[in-house]
């Protein structure tokens, strides 16, 4: 099928807003994760009972998780509008 002008012009785009509503919330969700993983997985783990290369090998995984949930938080999309 050809796509016209007119089915440009006369498509329903309605569906987008709420996709880009849907994505900027879970941006936000992403922050709020960044929030708890890092006010409650470290101190969990802070008791020094955990020691030795699983614990070096989490501390760098942690690292890497927080900054992931950073960065999605980051990149959501600005809402409609603004």
Request: no cysteine; aromatic share 10%; charged share 25%.
């Amino acid at each position: 099928m050809t796509l016209t002008f007119q089915d440009v012009i006369n498509a329903d785009l309605s569906p987008l807003l709420d996709v880009s509503e849907t994505w900027r919330k879970m941006g936000d969700r992403f922050g709020e994760l960044k929030d708890d993983y890092t006010t409650h997985v470290p101190r969990a783990l802070d008791n020094g009972n955990w020691q030795g290369e699983a614990f070096g090998a989490h501390q760098g995984s942690s690292r890497a998780t927080s900054f992931e949930y950073s960065a999605a938080r980051r990149k959501r999309m600005p809402s409609p509008g603004s």
